[in-house]
T-cell receptor, first 114, second 113 residues
Framework: DAGVTQSPTHLIKTRGQQVTLRCSPISGHKSVSWYQQVLGQGPQFIFQYYEKEERGRGNFPDRFSARQFPNYSSELNVNALLLGDSALYLC?????????????FGEGSWLTVV | GNSVTQMEGPVTLSEEAFLTINCTYTATGYPSLFWYVQYPGEGLQLLLKATKADDKGSNKGFEATYRKETTSFHLEKGSVQVSDSAVYFCALSVNTNAGKSTFGDGTTLTVKP
């Protein structure tokens, strides 16, 4: 079975531009979470979606938005990019939201803002 | 708010040495605790977890015990191998929602033959 897949794997954007990152969860998984990982730090929670509804949001500005589609795939959008948005963006999926559910991470999308 | 503090790295050990990576946490409510591992060139993967006080999580020879009295979840392995070289992250989740986790900054382990 395919794991969590993310695209693109690497991209370079200019300050002020917008970016869309995509995530396909493991088949059967209804929960998708997004994390930002800056070099040398641990992942920071951005959003969680379950059954197409937002279930949680981390401490990120409104420039960050996300959605989940009927097939449970998800997109993360970041508007008005800043240099500080350069990071690895991780998507994770799980069957549900119970802590008994193991979450599985994709390999991430590396975003560089210049 | 919730936070996780890991011992600063990097950690370098010889093969077959004993490993301890310290992790302490601050959380509202009763968190579940996790250790994740990131091998070179790979994504994050769950190593072990514990969901209530005094639980011991274990996997691949690694162990960690949920200590509520000391708010700790230290990772241990009796004999490390070169293949254990990776970055290890301690994390917690509250409200029984693993998808919304708080991570430490990671500890890089290098094991030399």
């Amino acid at each position: 079975d395919a794991g969590v897949t993310q695209s693109p794997t690497h991209l370079i954007k200019t300050r002020g531009q917008q970016v869309t990152l995509r995530c396909s969860p493991i088949s059967g998984h209804k929960s998708v979470s997004w994390y930002q990982q800056v070099l040398g730090q641990g992942p920071q929670f951005i959003f969680q979606y379950y059954e197409k509804e937002e279930r949680g949001r981390g401490n990120f500005p409104d420039r960050f938005s996300a959605r989940q589609f009927p097939n449970y795939s998800s997109e993360l959008n970041v508007n008005a990019l800043l240099l500080g948005d350069s990071a690895l963006y991780l998507c994770a999926s799980s069957e549900g939201t119970n802590s008994g559910n193991t979450i599985y991470f994709g390999e991430g999308s590396w975003l560089t803002v210049v | 708010g919730n936070s996780v503090t890991q011992m600063e790295g990097p950690v370098t050990l010889s093969e077959e040495a004993f490993l301890t990576i310290n992790c302490t946490y601050t959380a509202t409510g009763y968190p579940s605790l996790f250790w994740y591992v990131q091998y070179p060139g790979e994504g994050l993967q769950l190593l072990l977890k514990a969901t209530k006080a005094d639980d011991k999580g274990s996997n691949k020879g690694f162990e960690a015990t949920y200590r509520k009295e000391t708010t700790s979840f230290h990772l241990e392995k009796g004999s490390v191998q070169v293949s254990d070289s990776a970055v290890y992250f301690c994390a917690l989740s509250v409200n029984t929602n693993a998808g919304k986790s708080t991570f430490g900054d990671g500890t890089t382990l290098t094991v030399k033959p």
